[in-house]
């Protein structure tokens, strides 16, 4: 499966430039359709010219980004969507670390909150 930076097709104008950048999602695509997909994109990390390492530039476009939408293709493989330089802009430093420190607390505490609540019916 690859997971790929993804546009709804429509939201993409007639020369594959991606028109809401904040409308762009992580997708898993298996055999040529969405299999999975995540939230939105975070702008502080994706559009963020202070923040290179996860910059979202070329999507691909799909129908939609419920289970089962297809994948657009073209010769050359995957039909692909630029996100426009103008939607790119100064949002400071990411501690990377830190987000993601936090974000596996925030999955412990959720899990041991399943959990009492599993206990308690």
Known sequence: MLVR???EA?????NSVVID?????????KAGKVEETSGYID?????NLDFSDHKVDLCIISEGF???????YCERGFAFAIVPK????HLGFVDS???????????RVMREAKKQ???TS
Do not use: W, Y
């Open 5 to 7: 930076h993804c546009v």
């Open 10 to 14: 429509s939201n993409v104008d007639d």
């Open 21 to 29: 950048p904040l409308s762009v999602r992580h997708v898993a695509v």
């Open 43 to 47: 702008p502080s990390t994706h559009l």
């Open 66 to 72: 419920e289970k089962g939408a297809k994948v657009r």
């Open 86 to 89: 103008t939607a790119f802009k």
């Open 97 to 107: 670390t830190q987000r993601m420190l936090d974000m596996k607390e925030s999955i």
């Open 117 to 119: 609540r599993a206990n």
